[in-house]
């Protein structure tokens, strides 16, 4: 393979995994916009180590969110 591809290749995979960590980002609740902001910026903004950062610590504090309809009330 060439040095050429093999560049390509990792700007591919570091740009898939930036894509995933904003779309997660987007997806949680932090508790405040400020924090989302933060996130989605540090993802955005700091190519290989702002994801890296966010799915080892970032991760874990945002919750899902979840639609009003999905909540059961027990009869």
């Known amino acids: 393979?060439?040095?050429?591809v093999i560049i390509i290749s990792i700007g591919i995979i570091f740009y898939l995994i930036a894509c995933l960590a904003i779309l997660d980002i987007a997806r949680k609740d932090f508790g405040s916009t400020g924090k989302k902001a933060l996130w989605g910026l540090t993802a955005a903004l700091i190519p290989f180590i702002g994801c890296v950062v966010?799915?080892?610590v970032g991760a874990r504090q945002g919750r899902k969110k979840t639609s009003p309809n999905t909540d059961?009330?027990?009869i």
């Not at 393979?1 to 050429?4: A, G, I, K, L, N």
């Open 72 to 74: 059961v009330e027990s």
């Open 54 to 56: 966010y799915f080892a």
């Open 1 to 4: 393979m060439s040095t050429t």
